[in-house]
DNA sequence: GCCGTTTTCGGCCCGACTGTTTTCAGTCG
């Protein structure tokens, strides 16, 4: 039982609870679930060394939680979940992974209609038979059919959040066995793609067969599609699947190339391979029979007359073309951010204090971070202006006892329907970082939306627009807005685009960064913490997108120290700007 | 079910929005 089987399993109980109407039971249920997933401990270690005990020490897990996870942790489930499951038999995770389907919909289906499974429910509503349910009508159905829909088209393809973790893992797993000289991820993954449909994994190793034994007894492996010498395929208990392939030393190059792909990327190597009269294959460049690279990546693009691509841009979109010319910009790279401008505290609903989080940043290396916690229009636990007067008020004392760190007084505000912020400007202009964000009304027309969020942008305090786009990749389509609109509103107003580094965010994406970075609008990467946990995303996930969007350290400004950082924001002139938070 | 420098009981939960509704239930963040 791994820590994310029991935090799937206490999400369960969370909604499973939710379909019965009890009060604040699944809230700490989630809350709970929550905590577990950044947590950085086997929750199975915890219990070895304390029992039940040590996770009922842990926050917002009590008596109650820690005695059901040690449950969960022994026999994979417990007996609350078990009838409750029983009550209603319905794959509850997969129903309220449908956009607009929560835990009470997905009771009054399974009543009404025997509603089981996702493919239940679409044949429900292709029947038309969903909209004769008391509260569901036309539109419903037709939601539920477009969120299956979206799912649909996701599926067999996990977002890199969620898979890049297992991949490192496994990675430094085969690269200890005895006799493994190298061991890399390759595949989309090494390309840091958003969704991955496979895991690759190359291996340099004397005795191959000693590594494929080890691969296949896997505990995470359910099935074996085959096993060979060189090559191996197995299924994963994620439903992902994983391949290994071994190779000599003298391949390692050019199958590592091989195997990242992309795969067009791939074909127009080789074709400039066979122009100069080579051939290009996972075992090296060939003139005629003799080899003549392939054991480094490096020695195969220079054989073939190119710069060395790195990963990231390998998608035969225009990286070809600036690598013969030795013209390829010189990715940002992880490390060199000094600061995080989105950040949540126990203020909103982050789950560390604000001194919490600026120890995680400082351990990162950052000098700087801004507090930007959710403003009262999102209702569940904004900040209202007396709480965010304190708040900056605290910031201020608390940088008075740092040193070589600046934390930043900021909001993440909302942008209302039609494009005012729910802020007033007056206590806007109180704060250093001002960062904007839609959390209502997604499915407004094209037009509207777009009009409503470069409105928003306007404001003179509009620092950052937070994730752009509002995507979920493989969960929710992105808000209709003309993005290039956006760009060229953010270039006349001043307005900084964020790469938002969450992994269920990702957002902006790379080929929308790519268009900023052409337009020389500035851009920041953040982690929109709301753990310390999660301070590892811009490094993990941010400079990935940023790397595949083509992005230098130039292009991203919180790469700068902190008073360059705040020369780049608007009314640079204020007060707050000059004397800032300190005073 | 969790929590506690006022508390071991009584707070926590909350507003906007959507779609279904003539007054509100469910979802989302």
Known sequence: MTNADVVARLYEMAAY????????????????AQLIAALDRPLA?????????????MPGV??????????????????????????TPVDVMALTAIDGIGPKMVKALYDELGVRTVADLE???RAGSVRGLAHFGEKTEAKILKGIAFLNQHSGRLPLGAVLDLARELE?????????????????????KELIGDLDFLVIARRPETVMDFFVSLPEVTHVYGKGTTKTMVRLNTGMDADLRVVQPESWGAALNYF????????????????RGYKLNEYGVFAGEQSIAGRSEEEVYEALG?????????????EIELAKARRLPSLIEPGTLRGDLQIQTTWSDGANSIEEMVAAARARGLTYIAITDHTHGLAMMGTDDAKLAQQ?????????????????????????KDGTLDTSDEILAGLDVVGIAVHSHFDLPRDEQTARVIRAMENRHADILFHPTGRKPGRREAIAVDIDAIIAAAKRTGTILEIDAYPDRMDLKDEHVRKVVDAGVPLVIDSDAHSVAHMRFPDDFGISIARRGWATANDVINTLPVEEFLARLKDKNSPRRRGGAEN
Do not use: W
Not at 68 to 81: N, Y
Not at 392 to 416: P, Q, S, Y
């Open 172 to 192: 430094a797993r085969l690269g200890e066995l005895p006799g493994v000289e190298r061991a890399a991820v390759a595949g989309s993954i090494r390309r840091r």
């Open 17 to 32: 609870l939710d379909m019965t109407s009890v009060p604040f039971k699944p809230r700490a249920y989630e809350k709970a």
């Open 123 to 125: 044949q429900a509503a």
């Open 62 to 87: 009590g008596k109650g939680i820690a005695e059901r996870i040690a449950e969960i942790i022994r026999t994979g489930t417990c007996p609350d979940l078990e009838e409750l499951r029983a009550a």
């Open 45 to 57: 270690e915890v219990v070895a060394e304390g029992g039940a005990k040590a996770l009922a020490a």
């Open 306 to 318: 190119l710069a060395y691509v790195p990963p990231e841009l390998r998608e035969d979109s225009g």
């Open 392 to 416: 900056i008020e605290l910031i201020r004392r608390l940088n008075r006892t740092l040193r070589d760190f600046r934390v930043l007084a900021g909001a993440e505000v909302n942008i209302t």
């Open 260 to 275: 990242t792909g992309s795969k067009h990327h791939n074909v127009a190597l080789r074709r400039i391979a066979i122009e």
